[in-house]
């Protein structure tokens, strides 16, 4: 009988100590990649020590915003990292938790006017790195001065040339930095439809994930292509020496990350110790280091060398970005779709 109860006494504390250990794990979604390992490498490792018992286990899935309009969110994930449009799209629809400012007390070093918050002024998200969509291009097949403007891509001598991405990224990324090049903005979407109008001729292909988009212009099926600054930058780092990305005279869209909570996700006060500690300058400094990723930080200094292999200085950088009313571009983003489809619907994928 004694054996027996010590049995039943140490089954009991081997499930509590499991049940324990779970909650301390945090599970987030992030999109599958390089990225990830730099999480890992930047974030992580110097979290453990510091996180009191709370690890953090990356998930990598193909669209971590649709996985949080999931009814199941909530039980597979703790966080998750997705774009500033997805930030306020999902918090729109209910579907992500906010905090005040006593909640993330590490968002303070944060330019307020990349903040993501809501209708009541509360945290949706935090804001963690950035990158910018200028145009990428294969140096051995263009130069940088063909496209000084973003019009460059609407040159017939680009005719069958190039690429652009599916609708669901078109209709907010593409349309609003070319709705700005043309004297509209996010508010007056139609000159940047025009003008992709022109650009839809020259268009080989549409890619449909990074890699394709690597696949493509590093082995010269295509020219250039709107497209992310950091993964040019990671290219180049993986010794891809034809590609480069250039900044329009028009500008470049901004595009900040951000690390959001779903709804009624357990162990939120264990998701804000990582959310303050990503938000430190430290952190922010290694995935720079490691990912060419931008910090929201604004205590982070770059080293020298590094703002030399990113092409130009950091706050020259962030002088020629656009940062549009997200707000505005979420709240048109259905019907933008639509005619993005439309265009591309001619278009080989």
């Not at 950035?130 to 940088?144: D, L, P």
């Not at 973003?150 to 599916?166: E, F, I, M, N, Y």
């Not at 250039?246 to 900040?256: D, R, T, W, Y």
């Not at 706050?315 to 549009?324: G, Q, S, T």
């Amino acid at each position: 009988m004694i054996s027996r109860l010590k049995a039943l006494a140490c089954t009991a504390a081997v499930m509590c100590v499991t049940a324990s250990a779970a909650a301390q794990e945090l599970t987030m979604a992030v999109w599958g990649g390089g990225g990830a390992n730099t999480w890992r490498e930047a974030f992580i490792k110097q979290f453990a020590p510091q996180g009191g018992g709370v690890t953090i286990k990356m998930v990598e899935v193909p669209n971590p915003a649709g996985g949080l309009r999931s009814p199941a969110a909530a039980s597979q994930y703790n966080l998750a990292l997705v774009t500033y449009f997805e930030a306020i799209a999902l918090s729109k629809a209910g579907l992500i938790e906010s905090f005040d400012d006593k909640q993330l007390p590490g968002i303070g070093d944060v330019d307020p006017k990349y903040l993501t918050r809501d209708k009541a002024g509360r945290h949706v998200g935090l804001p963690v790195y950035f990158t910018y969509y200028g145009i990428a291009y294969n140096t051995e097949m263009a130069r940088a001065e063909d496209f000084a403007s973003w019009q460059g891509l609407a040159d017939a001598k680009w005719k069958g040339k190039l690429s652009l991405t599916r609708p669901v990224y078109l209709a907010p990324y593409d349309a609003v930095i070319m709705a700005k090049a043309m004297g509209g903005s996010e508010k007056d979407i139609d000159p940047g439809f025009k003008l992709l109008e022109r650009i839809a001729p020259n268009v080989l292909a549409t890619y449909t994930s990074l890699a394709h988009m690597n696949t493509l212009l590093t082995r010269r099926e295509v020219a250039a292509v709107p497209f992310y600054a950091s993964r040019v930058w990671a290219l180049r780092r993986q010794g891809a020496a034809n590609v480069d990305v250039v900044i329009p005279q028009e500008g470049a869209l901004m595009l900040p990350y951000v690390v959001v909570v779903p709804k009624g996700a357990k162990h939120q006060d264990k998701a804000l110790l990582w959310l303050n500690y990503i938000a430190g300058a430290e952190p922010q400094l290694r995935a720079a280091l490691l990912d060419g990723w931008l910090p929201m930080n604004s205590k982070v200094k770059l080293p020298e060398e590094l703002q030399k292999t990113l092409g130009r200085p950091y706050d020259e950088i962030v002088k020629r970005l656009y940062a549009p009313d997200w707000s505005t571009v979420v709240d048109h983003n259905e019907a933008r779709v639509d005619l993005a489809e439309k265009l591309m619907s001619g278009v080989q994928k």
